[in-house]
């Protein structure tokens, strides 16, 4: 469960066990900088919504940054798993490909906006968002690549470069399929990418097949 989906409208006072509280503000923090931004955003408006006093919020987070790196940990994780989890779902190279484009969609769909955190941060001059965003990404890609360079038997360089083009296509792709606000269900647009992805990466034969 995520930030956003653990957030509760609570009044002013109520006790929350620790882990509870700070998946709370968290989950107040996400919204704010989802919708105004890091530099916009200000510690009492986190405070506000989560509904505790500043000095609560800054029991948890010391500043500003620490909240937004820990959001960014939480959901930088969260996509890591989902692409992880799609490869991991078959063994039917298709359909691995169609599951792992559908990660993506499905991560920049999410109603929370988390994926402007990742994808979108107005942050990214700094070097501690700016490590973990190239961090997961490459992340991503080692996974896609390590089931490319198996399955092919292509060297590691060659299957990581292919693997950066299909994370990168696909978030790229996501992140445009939302924010046109196409009438393209999701399911239509992920078999789009995948036909238009798969008509490349199946030229590559499997490893060890009958040439």
Not at 32 to 59: C, N, T, W
Not at 153 to 159: H, N, T, V, W
Request: charged residues 25%; proline residues 4%.
């Amino acid at each position: 469960m995520t930030a956003i989906e653990q957030t509760e409208a609570r009044p002013r006072g109520t006790r929350l066990p620790r882990r509870a509280r700070r998946n709370q503000l968290l989950g107040a923090a996400q919204e704010v900088f989802v919708a105004q931004g890091y530099h916009a955003a200000a510690m009492d408006d986190i405070a506000e919504r989560a509904g505790v006093s500043k000095p609560v919020l800054y029991q948890h987070f010391p500043g500003k940054l620490d909240l937004y790196l820990a959001l960014l940990d939480q959901h930088c994780e969260s996509l890591l798993h989902a692409v992880r989890t799609a490869l991991a779902s078959t063994s039917d190279n298709k359909l691995r490909v169609e599951a792992t484009m559908d990660a993506y969609f499905a991560y920049v769909e999410d109603e929370g906006g988390a994926f402007r955190l990742v994808f979108e941060s107005d942050l990214t001059n700094e070097p501690q968002v700016r490590e973990r965003v190239d961090r997961v990404s490459l992340q991503c890609a080692e996974a896609i690549s390590a089931v490319i360079s198996e399955d092919t038997g292509l060297p590691k360089e060659q299957s990581m470069l292919l693997a950066v083009g299909l994370g990168g296509v696909s978030q790229v792709v996501a992140r445009y399929w939302l924010s046109s606000k196409s009438t393209i269900p999701r399911e239509t647009a992920v078999h789009l990418l995948t036909s238009l992805a798969w008509r490349g990466i199946a030229g590559f034969p499997l490893h060890g097949a009958e040439q």
